[in-house]
């Protein structure tokens, strides 16, 4: 791995410690990272640095505007510790915005942590995640996305948002190939006015058509008119008609 090179420094006098490194001033790092798992240009920069770049206790510690440019992906956070051969792991604390203009995903958090081999990311704090190619935003008190899987897990306090389709629950999971979302967790679906209710809802996020598991509950509107159901119906139930058809809800 290249980096930096520094001078050598002569040995402390006996009896004396040697002096600390000091933190390097508004630096800016490129490094050609040469193993098959990062072979790309990987780029740090932030106010200050305190650095360690010998083998097997790699680290950076970037403070004030820190930043960490890859091909795919901008992190931008108040400060960032870099670790592990190659800098695989990325530790950000403090307003963390992520940009992954590949995916079409952009993050925001208090805390960040990514694994650039396994390319997973975990946020936590006021973590929100907004999805600009599928137009939807998800909200929750921990998000962990999973690259490889096309998969992102939400947990605590969820908030789904795409157009007039609003979601709540304590779980989710959302596959963006598929794009299927599944809640969990005391989950609440409103469309159009229209409420749902159950023990599990999942949602096709192209048709929004909903399908529900367990203690289903609905409240339909048409017009200034308002029809409640309380089926408590097992797995496989439908709530409100019972009919199957786009944008609606349906038994599985």
């Known amino acids: 791995m290249s980096g930096p090179k520094r001078r050598s420094r002569p040995a402390a006098a006996p009896g004396r410690s040697s002096p600390a490194v000091p933190a390097i001033p508004f630096l800016a790092l490129t490094l050609l990272l040469a193993s098959p798992l990062s072979a790309e240009t990987f780029t740090y920069s932030g106010d200050s640095m ?29 400060e960032i510790d870099l670790f592990g051969k ?31 081999k396994e390319k997973i990311a975990r946020i936590k704090g006021n973590a929100v995640m907004t999805d600009l190619k599928n137009e ?42 598929r794009k299927v979302l599944e809640l969990s967790g005391m989950p609440f679906v409103t469309r159009k006015g229209d409420e749902y209710q159950a023990t599990r809802i999942v949602v096709d996020l192209d048709t929004e058509q909903m399908t529900f598991e367990g203690d289903v509950k609905g409240t339909l509107r048409s017009g200034d008119q308002k029809t409640e159901t ?23």
């Open 86 to 116: 190659d800098f695989i792991y990325v530790q950000c604390r403090g307003n963390v915005r992520v940009v992954d203009a590949k995916r079409g995903i952009e993050l925001s958090s208090r805390e960040l942590f990514y694994n650039r």
């Open 230 to 252: 309380d089926q408590n119906a097992g797995a496989g139930e439908p709530a409100g008609t019972g009919q199957k058809a786009e944008g609606g809800a349906s038994g599985q």
């Open 136 to 177: 939807m935003v998800v909200k929750g008190g921990f998000i962990e996305d999973r690259e490889s899987e096309q998969l992102t897990i939400v947990q605590i306090g969820v908030r789904i948002l795409k157009k007039d389709l609003v979601c709540r629950s304590e779980f989710a999971k959302y596959w963006r190939d």
């Open 50 to 78: 305190s650095t360690s770049l010998a083998e097997g206790s790699e680290r950076a510690l970037l403070k004030g505007n820190a930043r960490v440019d890859t091909e795919d992906m901008k992190i931008t956070a108040d």
